[in-house]
C-alpha cells in the first residue's frame, strides 16, 4: 500500500512540477495568469486542480496510516507557488514511514459527502477506486489547461517518469 500510494502519488505530482515548470518558462513571468485558467466555465481552474492533487494526495496517506489529514491553506497565486506547494506535498508523502501503512489495506476509511452522505471503504478500496482516480483526473486536467493555453507540453511530460524505465532494445 504504501508503494502504490506514496510511489505513484509522488511519481505524477514530480511530473506535474514539471510541466509546471515549462508553463512558467513559456509564458516569461511567473505564470500567474494562468492561476485561473480552466477548461470549462463549470471547472475548477488551474490553481486548484494543483491543490486538490497535493491535498487529495496527503489526504489518502493519512487515511491509509490512520492519522489525522491535514489540507494547504490553497493561498497559491504564481506557478512558483504551486511548484512549492508539490516539492512540500512531495517532502511529506516520503516522510511516511512504510510500517504505518500496516493493515491499510482493511482499515476502515470514511469520505464525508455532501448531502450528508459519506463514502465508506476498505483502504484498498480508498486507493483503487476514491483517491488514485480523483488525482490522476486533477493532474490530467491540470495539463490540459496548460496545454490548452498553448505551454508546449505532451505525453511525455505527464508521464516523465516512465523517462527511468526507457533503454535500447536488447539485441
Not at 489525522?68 to 508523502?93: H, K, P, Y
Not at 501503512?101 to 459527502?113: D, H, S
Not at 490548452?148 to 517518469?161: F, Q, S
Request: some cysteine; glycine content about 10%; hydrophobic content about 45%.
Amino acid at each position: 500500500m504504501h508503494a502504490m500510494s506514496v510511489g505513484s502519488f509522488v511519481s505524477m505530482l514530480s511530473s506535474l512540477s514539471g510541466i509546471l515548470e515549462k508553463a512558467e518558462a513559456h509564458v516569461g513571468d511567473d505564470g500567474a495568469g494562468l492561476m485561473g485558467a480552466r477548461l470549462a466555465e463549470d471547472m475548477f481552474p488551474l490553481s486548484k486542480q494543483v491543490q486538490i492533487a497535493c491535498d487529495h494526495s496527503l489526504d489518502c496517506v493519512a487515511r491509509l496510516t490512520g492519522q489525522a489529514s491535514s489540507r494547504g491553506l490553497n493561498d497559491e497565486t504564481t506557478l512558483a507557488q504551486l511548484r512549492a506547494r508539490i516539492a512540500e506535498t512531495v517532502a511529506r508523502l516520503q516522510a511516511a514511514d512504510p510500517a504505518d501503512f500496516a493493515g491499510a489495506e482493511e482499515r476502515a476509511c470514511l469520505i464525508p459527502l455532501p448531502g450528508n452522505m459519506e463514502a465508506a471503504m476498505t483502504g484498498l478500496e480508498l486507493l483503487r477506486g476514491w483517491s488514485l482516480p480523483n488525482i490522476y483526473f486533477h493532474i490530467v486536467t491540470a495539463y490540459d489547461i496548460l496545454r490548452h493555453a498553448g505551454v508546449p507540453i505532451g505525453k511525455r511530460d505527464y508521464l516523465a517518469a516512465m523517462g527511468q524505465f526507457m533503454r535500447p532494445r536488447a539485441g
